[in-house]
């Protein structure tokens, strides 16, 4: 049965390799753990012996404490390789292949990456020559297939008797629970990539947090289709149901809508990971009996609509869970209970967590910028301008930057990024409150409000969606008729093929304010 665990400190003081092999000691060796998409799993006994036998290679290229950058997609062996990584004393950096080069590169210098494991199956498949040969301009490309290839039978032998006294090799390497376990860079959607530092204990305090919020079984069968380069992906999506004993399923690209639902039916999943787009993605492309072993949908990284939530009732028996974090929290801050889910906020906050609002000028006195200190809260930062040095956030407290109210019981709504408010008339407009008008007007469209610069008004908002036949005097009609001040109809509709999307999920709200005023000229 489903059940919650009590939030303990002993849950998060000790490393992600002793969490590893304190799971396979509660579920046992022989349990199926880590699946991807060509349906091997791995028990948890190949995965302890795959991280010896991988780290035993890796650790002769490798320095103890270096930062490794990681350039995978969502398979099994990237389980083994982290696990590697970090069993042999070594910080994961995952890197975003989607970033791009320019961004890569800036990753390579800010985090100090000497060496990149990837894998020549991975970058051929994903016409990657291009941008890994411009990596190796900064760096030791290290392709896992060569390293497979030079495996022996001794080898496969020195492993497994490694596996044997696993723990205590582990401990040789002097990691604890504060050391930095794994590197990723914020996504860039409002501004300049960094480096979040996140350490054993900060990745483990989350996991135990999520275990006390949400009723989570071993019999579960968790399918990720989120890239283990961003932090939800990563943690709730991957590291949260292998250390509770819990089947993942791990599939590299959540884009594949007619791909998924079906995976979903032929592994049984019972939980499912993803956005607002990607779900909307999904139920709309499945078949009727696809999603049905699914019981429980957890949502992040964009707000989910109702349309979402309609079209997912109409089709399947599923909760979708919606809840709110970020890297910087490792990355889980709030999410919905359960067994008081309120569609519309992004639930309570985790255990452990301390929080507190500042006032915003111009904003209604119950809405404040969310600050928040606890347990999963990262090490510090690492800047493009001090390469390799961490800044941690000061007095432990993060500035998330976003707008957001609490009830009286302690539910959190979300009201917007602090960046994401535009002055107009001398009042505070929330982008992401004109984006759900815009999503009331014309449901089941993707819809992004920007606010860009304007000669007499000082800011003017458009309106970027891929409804084809939007236009302002639609949007003005229907906020009249629903007595929305014409303040927040925005003063253009600008009409694309696809909003840009991040390889997370999330709205690229960079790229799309560039796009809008590349189209200025033609409003």
């Keep these: 049965m489903p059940n919650r665990k009590p939030f303990t400190e002993a849950a998060y003081r000790r490393t992600l390799f002793d969490a590893l092999l304190d799971a ?121 297939d060569d390293i497979r290839a030079g495996v022996t039978v001794i080898d496969k032998i020195v492993g497994a008797v490694k596996a044997l006294a696993a723990r205590t090799i582990h401990r040789r390497h002097g990691v604890g629970p504060d050391d930095p376990a794994v590197i990723l860079f914020t996504s860039g959607s409002e501004g300049v990539p960094k480096g979040v530092v996140l350490s054993h204990a900060n990745i483990l305090a989350n996991v135990a947090q999520v275990r006390a919020h ?144 500042e006032p915003v000028p111009g904003l209604d006195g119950s809405a404040g910028r969310l600050h928040v200190r606890g347990p999963n809260v990262m090490r510090g930062y690492l800047m493009a301008d001090r390469p390799g040095v961490l800044q941690p956030p000061t007095d432990g407290w993060h500035d998330t930057g976003d707008i957001v109210t609490i009830s009286e019981d302690g539910y959190v709504t979300i009201q917007g990024r602090a960046k994401r408010f535009a002055k107009l008339g001398g009042e505070m407009i929330s982008l992401a409150a004109v984006e759900s008008f815009a999503a009331a007007c014309w449901p089941s469209s993707t819809h992004v409000v920007v606010s860009l610069p304007d000669a007499t008004r000082g800011e003017q908002l458009v309106l970027v969606t891929d409804r084809a036949d939007a236009d302002r005097s639609t949007f003005l009609s229907w906020a009249k008729e629903a007595g929305v001040p014409e303040l927040m109809v925005p003063r253009a509709v600008l009409t694309v093929a696809n909003v840009p999307v991040l390889g997370s999920g999330k709205i690229d709200h960079v790229a799309t304010a560039q796009l809008a005023k590349d189209m200025r000229p033609m409003l």
């Design 24 to 144: 396979k000691t509660e579920y046992g060796g022989n349990r199926d753990i880590v699946e991807d998409s060509e349906r091997t799993p791995l028990t948890f006994s190949r995965l302890v012996v795959g991280a010896f036998v991988l780290g035993g290679k890796l650790s002769t290229l490798t320095q103890r404490g270096e930062v490794v950058g990681v350039l995978l997609p969502n398979v099994a062996g990237f389980a083994a390789t982290f696990f590697a990584l970090l069993g042999h004393g070594r910080v994961v950096a995952m890197l975003n292949f989607t970033a791009g080069l320019r961004n890569l590169r800036s990753a390579l210098e800010t985090a100090e990456i000497r060496t990149v494991v990837t894998s020549r199956r991975f970058v051929e498949t994903a016409k990657l020559d291009e941008l890994v040969s411009g990596l190796a301009e900064r760096a030791r490309i290290i392709y896992l």
């Design 214 to 357: 949400v009723a989570l079984s071993s019999d579960d069968v968790m399918l990720n289709p989120l890239p283990v380069f961003h932090c939800f992906g990563l943690t709730v999506g991957t590291l949260t149901p292998l250390l509770v004993g819990m089947k993942v399923v791990l599939y590299p690209s959540p884009l594949h809508y007619r791909q998924v639902p079906k995976l979903a039916r032929d592994v049984g999943a019972t939980m499912l990971m993803g956005t607002d787009t990607f779900l909307t993605g999904y139920v709309r492309a499945s078949d009727p009996d696809d999603l049905q072993t699914v019981r429980l949908v957890i949502a992040g990284a964009e707000k989910v609509k109702d349309d979402t939530r309609r079209a997912w009732a109409q089709k399947t028996s599923a909760v979708i869970i919606e809840g709110y974090g970020a890297t910087e929290c490792s990355p889980i801050i709030t999410a919905n209970p359960f067994d008081d889910n309120r569609p519309g906020t992004v639930g309570t906050f985790m255990q452990g967590i301390e929080h507190r609002l």
